[in-house]
Nanobody, 122 residues
Framework: QVQLEESGGGLVQAGGSLRLACTAS??????????INWYRQAPGTQRELVAS???????NYADSVKGRFIISRDNAENPVYLEMRSLKPEDTAVYYC??????????????WGQGTQVTVSS
């Protein structure tokens, strides 16, 4: 069973940086990430899409994070990172990764991670 896990959240002062990671497991050796999204949800608000990678070299960012957040990966499919800099208190939220992965045994399926808390203090 394919699972996603976020890591790298924590407490940081305004202006600081964090790098979140989204790691897929249960994929076997050969798999492909068709697309991946990073969402966030602050208390009392709806889940918000902040960044996406279409898997074709196209990335999109919410206006609120454009120029500050970057989706990246090392020379591998796994993990995928969300690099966040110049963090603001309004970036405080639980961050989730959501990805569509293909494996030879399961085909393409969409999964969600459990989320990682990011807290930015003023």
């Amino acid at each position: 069973q394919v699972q996603l896990e976020e890591s790298g959240g924590g407490l940081v002062q305004a202006g600081g940086s964090l790098r979140l990671a989204c790691t897929a497991s249960g994929t076997g050796r050969f798999f492909r990430i068709n697309y991946i999204n990073w969402y966030r949800q602050a208390p009392g608000t709806q889940r918000e899409l902040v960044a996406s990678d279409t898997g074709r070299g196209i990335t999109n960012y919410a206006d609120s994070v454009k120029g500050r957040f970057i989706i990246s990966r090392d020379n591998a499919e796994n993990p995928v990172y969300l690099e966040m800099r110049s963090l603001k208190p309004e970036d405080t939220a639980v961050y989730y990764c959501n990805a569509n992965l293909w494996t030879p045994s399961t085909g393409s399926n969409t999964s969600w991670g459990q989320g990682t808390q990011v807290t930015v203090s003023s």
